[in-house]
Structure formats: structure tokens, C-alpha cells
């Protein structure tokens, strides 16, 4: 069975050329606002106007906060670094808060190396191998031509070795790189087309090239700053790329590579792309990180920073102070704030028709509505944890589309949050339970219904 993800069906953000946001496109239903805040600032990111800021996405639970970063990630080119973290990823035993934090802002920073090779192309006209009296050396000469030159070059044994690797004759191109000696074969010359006759069904036939022999070709490939710095880490090694436990890095080893770095970009070899860290639930995030991002968006290597939220008013944790979004006054002072909106039925039901299309489950139109109207009334999460279980249902009864009566036998199965609590203080007395807890088990129910989870949600403490 295929794992579909809860955002798999999100392809990009759904805006046109100008950046208005489509109703429905790439998957994105609704939310406009908030989509074409978003992808004017991608816009920028891709232009490389924009990096060192912070955009927060605010907005009540399931409005679409992580759909839409999802939908940023998707528009970006393939070599714009997008960084995904969720704030909690920060607390762990292997490291420090601020060295993770560091690594996620390294790795959302890409470094595009351009590199030279000069490459030897040519149509081969004669190989000429000479073998000493015991056979053990070998020497030989190479006649290469385009349609305005020809010359010959002599031949060391490895490359005798490779040109008859490779099985190259006369009238094949070949590419030479000069740096690594390396030969590929590109075809043979049109002009020998006639010659044999004997040729196998996937020869390729290419034009001998013009001009001089010797061409420069540039490569780029873009590789994130943290990944030099645990290639260049003595203690990590490569490897630690692949395993993922790069341990803590040295910050004089960052300083060296931050040199380099702006050395190769004097040289013009190498461009500094800046992406995106996402950081999802930020005020899961201390006062100590928060001041770290502070300080870290104004470096001249700072990435550009989305965080989202569903928090309202609340405690900064690591504090005793309350803030909007438990974010402090003076970082949030820093950002662009996109705040997203609850759906309409009609945009709920469509998300339900575009998830159930995913999930490959085949729904009722009625049956649609039906989910609309409780997605309104529950949640929309809720609704699209739905689709799966009533797909089952019918598929129990053997039908093959799904329709209201699976939908309401789940919605019995499985409660809602709003049930839970009602049930949860129906039997108080018998379930244990903290007197300290017992209010703000009572608030999460209105928590759904599209009211920010003010700070009664937040168990952080
Ligand atoms: N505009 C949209 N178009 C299509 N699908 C959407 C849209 N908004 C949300 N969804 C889908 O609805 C589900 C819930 O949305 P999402 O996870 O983005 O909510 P959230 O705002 O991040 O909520 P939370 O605050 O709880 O993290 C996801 O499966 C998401 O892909
Ligand atoms: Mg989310």
C-alpha cells in the first residue's frame, strides 16, 4: 500500500503569472490572501531580493499554515535550499538548542559552485598504438579533427587503456576532460555514416564539431553550507551526511568556511543561493532560541525564515511573560505576518474531494456535502481522518463508492474533540485527572471550532 501524506495533494501554491491565487489549483483550495502574501515572497526569494527576514504564518488549527509552507517549498527551484524543522526537533540530548538552530540555518543556505573543465572534443581519425619489444609499455598517438582542425596528441598507456574501455575507433566523437582524463564517446561523426554498414540499432549519429579542439565547459552544482562544513569537519567525515548525526561543529571551523566561501564568491565561483527555513509550532520555541534567531536573522549568510503558529495569546516558554503567538514583542516586530483564515463549507468539502481523490477513495457528491458540513461543525482534520475508516466501512459492505451511511457509522466510531471533552466531563469523577488541567481540557473543545487555542492549550509548562 502506498503512504499518501497528510500534505501529499499539495503541488505548489495555485497562483497564476501575476501571483493571484487560482480557487483551485495544485492542489491549494481557498486561503487566498494568505497564498499570495506567500508567493510574493517567493518571488522575492527566487530573485535573491529577500533573505535575513522572518515571515510568520498565524492562524487558528488546520487553516492550512503547514499546507501553505508546503506549497512555498514546492515553487522554489530545485536548488534553492527548503529547510523543514519543527520546533520541538530543537530539544534534544546530542546538541545544543543554538547549534541545531545554527545547523538548520546552514543547511537552508545553498552554495552554487561553478567550475571550469577543459574538455578536448573532436571526431577521432586515427588511433595509433605502439607496444615495446615485452609487450609491458605502451605508447601511442590519438589524431582528433573538427571541421576546421586536426591534431595529434600522444598517448600514455592509461588513456590506451580507457580509449580501448571504451571501444572508441575512428569516426566516433569523443569528449575528452583534461583535468581527469576521462573519455566518453558522444557518437559517431555523420560524415562515416556511409562507412559501415554493419552498425548496431542504437548508434547515435552526431555532427563532428567545429571550431577549436579544445572547448571550456562550465558545471555548477549547489551544496548547502552545512554540508561543507561536516565534509570539511575532521571528526565527522562525510559519511555523517548520510547517517545524519553530524554532532556539534566547531564555530572556528565555520569561520574558515565562511572565508572560503566569500573568497570563491570574489572569484566569481561560487554564488551564495539563500533559502528557506520552515519552522513549524515555533512557540514551541525557548526565549533562549528566540533571542538566538534575533541575533542570527542579521548575519550576512541568514536565510529567509517562516515560522508558523497556532497559538494566540500565550506564554513565552522559558519566561513568565505572555505574548502574542509566544513569540517576544521585539522578534515578532521583525516579521511579516500572514495570518490565515477558517474555510468556508464549500472549500472544506472541496479539500475533502481533492484529499478523498489522493487517498484514491471514491466518494458521493451528497455524501461530499455531508463532509463539508461536519468539517464546519468538528474540524476539518477531523473530516479527513474520516475518509480512510469510511472507505473500510464500504468496502465491508461491498459497495463500491463511499456514501453518507459509511460516513455517519465512522462518525459514530470515532469521536470528535468536542465529544471527547463532553465525555471527559461527563465521567470526571472516574478518570483521573489534575485539577490544573481540568479547565483547559474544557477551552481545546472551542479550540476546534476555529478560535486560536489561546494559551489554555499550551502544556508546554
Ligand atoms: N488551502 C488548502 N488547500 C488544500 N488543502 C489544504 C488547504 N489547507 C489545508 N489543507 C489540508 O488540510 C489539512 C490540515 O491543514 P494544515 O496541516 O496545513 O493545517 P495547519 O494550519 O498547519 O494546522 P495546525 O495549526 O494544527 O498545525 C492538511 O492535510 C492540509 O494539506
Ligand atoms: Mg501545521
Redesign the pocket.
Known sequence: MERIG??S??RGLGLDNLLEPRANAQ?????GKARRAAGVIMKMVQEGRIAGRAVLIA??????????A?GMAKTLGSDVPFVMLTASEVFSLEMSKTESLTQAFRRSIGVRIKEETELIEGEVVEIQVDRSVTGATKTGRLTLKTTDMETVYDLGSKMIDQLQKEKVLAGDVVSIDKASGRISKLGRSFGRAKDYDAMGADTRFVACPDGELQTRKEVVHTVSLHEIDVINSRTQGFLALFAGDTGEIKPELRDQINTKVAEWREEGKAEIVPGVLFI??VHMLDIECFSFLNRALEGDLAPLVVM?S?RGVTRIRGTKYQSPHGIPADLLDRMLIIS?KK?SQE?MRE?VR??CEEEDVKMEPECLDLMGVMAQETS??YS?NLIAPSQLLAQRRKAPVVSSQDVRAAYQYYIDVQRSTAYAKETAALMFGEEEVVPAVAQAGSGVNGAINGNAMDTSA
Open positions: 497528510a500534505h495533494h499539495i492542489g491549494m483550495v481557498g486561503q492562524g487558528p488549527a488546520s487553516t492550512g499554515k503547514t499546507a501553505i508546503m513549524d509550532e508558523a497556532n490565515t474555510y472549500e479539500i481533492i484529499r476539518l482534520r479527513l
